[in-house]
């Protein structure tokens, strides 16, 4: 069973920190490509940051580039973003997606909340 399961969001100060996790399961996690989205209310999904197979290229947003760092632990089949330099804007709904061909799964979401 492919599970996705996401952790460390939360309510945070802006200019704050968070690291959020995505521990995945049921699949070969070192062979997928792991990518970070989110999802404001109303809004659209979008993605956020993207990272390859082997940790090596890294693709970000313009709106989270120098802020936010993807990072994978192939021996641990997590997914890691770090994030710094918080915004109001930041706030939405974040998930992992693990993509290898046309397989795509998706975790369920954590909720960051950037607000004083």
């Known amino acids: 069973q492919v599970q996705l399961v996401e952790s460390g969001g939360g309510l945070v100060q802006p200019g704050g920190s968070l690291r959020l996790s995505c521990v995945a399961s049921g699949f070969t996690f070192s062979t997928y490509v792991m990518s970070w989205y989110r999802q404001a209310p109303g809004k659209e999904r979008e993605l956020v940051a993207t990272i390859a197979r082997t940790g090596g290229p890294t693709t970000y947003a313009d709106s989270v580039k120098g802020r936010f760092t993807i990072s994978r632990d192939n021996a641990k089949n997590t997914v890691y973003l770090e994030m710094n330099s918080l915004k109001a804007d930041d706030t939405s709904v974040y998930y992992c997606?693990?993509?290898?061909?046309?397989?795509?799964?998706w975790g369920q979401g954590t909720q960051v909340t950037v607000s004083s």
């Open positions: 997606r693990a993509s290898f061909g046309f397989r795509n799964y």
